[in-house]
């Protein structure tokens, strides 16, 4: 079958706007990256989640799933392939990925000469943000207004660049065609054209990396302004303060891990959680009566924005 074909793209021939878009799109990548990484608040799980709910399509539900399950055992998440990284320098496992996404059926010839080849080539002449597009394209182009194809473009897209050192994890990936990707993609398809791909993708993976940045900068402010409207209130005293700063530097917690965390009791950090939530600056996301857990205001809208 034709679709089974693997073109392999003339990255040698490569023109002056491909090479800008990759440049720009790495630059993106590195500056959502250090705004994550200069922060103590607890970014990374959040843009994960935010990861997970965009490419699925999903909404608050999905986050809070992810959220208990990732506080009930620590490596749900982290062992989950579907949204795991590789470190760097490592080929990261995308077949292993689609199976646990329910997504084998992309696994076709085609995609795996491709992932072979990247297995073998020099990372210093093939960077990580060129193999994540081209991982994607191949996934994608033969039908490129499905879902469960840019569904799974966006998570090998995303594990690409997390393996390839150019995201700390997977926190995103282009996960739905603009027009112009679309067209770029049947273009591939057509006549093995890969330049306009190669160019769409990475300007949207540009605007996506440049969105979450600006998310997570705003989050940063809006984590200090609670802080500071925190301490304000003549309600809050010093005992809130620290439980507010560990909300923000945990995903989602118990009052009896925040208590074990903070050596106080278990009823004066309940009775902080329920002063922060009143205030507006915690979310209770069980909806139970007991074994109540929480999470930040701020950083659930994060991982639920679109």
Sequence with gaps: MKNEQFITPNLQALGTDQIAA??????????????????????????????AVRVHDGAAELATELLLADLADASVLAHNAEYDSTPPGRHPSIALALDEAGL??????????TLNQFAAAD???VSSVLRAAITAGVIVTPSPTSADAQRGAA?????????GGSLAAPWLAPYRLDAAARGAAVQVDRSGDWSEW?????????REASIAERAVRNAELQLELARDGARAQRRVGATDDGVLQWL??????????ASAGLGLTTPTVGTAIERLAALGFATEITGQKRDRVWASSTLLGLATAY
């Design 22 to 51: 990759l440049d720009r799109a790495a630059n993106a990548c590195g500056r959502l990256s250090a705004a994550v990484e200069s922060s103590r608040s607890a970014f990374s799980s959040f843009l994960l989640i935010r990861h």
């Design 104 to 113: 084998g059926e992309l696994l076709t010839d085609r995609l795996r000469a």
């Design 123 to 125: 990372p210093r002449h």
């Design 155 to 163: 998570l090998a897209g995303a594990l690409m660049l997390a393996g």
């Design 198 to 206: 190669i160019r769409a993708w990475c300007v949207m993976l540009a």
């Design 248 to 257: 923000h530097a945990h995903a989602a917690f118990t009052i009896r891990g």
